[in-house]
């Protein structure tokens, strides 16, 4: 069985020297550092999951991203993606919940 295509929309903003092997195990990714609202469309386009961390993925690239089922933001944030076209088309929208929660409020005791 054929992995699912995955397009890494903006790679480059997640820092340097992050281990993706776990993730090219389960997935045929295609690494973009980073994309402009016009790439985002023509770079999910037969992609059945969409990686994102900042780029803004629009209505129009939904729309158009037939094959779409996932838009995975590796950012605790959904704000770049449309939800209602999103679930107009059917496609799950995942964040990172409870990122640096730990982190977070030792830091405010800290203070």
Do not use: W
């Not at 690494?31 to 994102?52: K, M, N, Q, T």
């Amino acid at each position: 069985m054929a992995k699912p295509k995955a397009a890494f929309l903006d790679f480059a903003t997640v820092g340097p020297n992050v281990d993706t092997k776990a993730l090219e195990a389960l997935v045929d990714v295609r690494y973009h550092d980073r994309s402009d609202l016009f790439e985002v469309g023509p770079r999910v386009a037969d992609c059945e999951i969409a990686i994102v961390n900042k780029s803004k993925v629009d209505a129009d690239a939904i729309r158009e991203a037939k094959r779409l089922k996932l838009i995975a933001l590796v950012a605790t944030g959904s704000d770049n993606v449309d939800p209602a076209m999103a679930k107009e088309r059917g496609v799950a929208v995942a964040n990172l919940r409870d990122y640096s929660s730990t982190s977070l409020s030792q830091h405010v005791f800290a203070l």
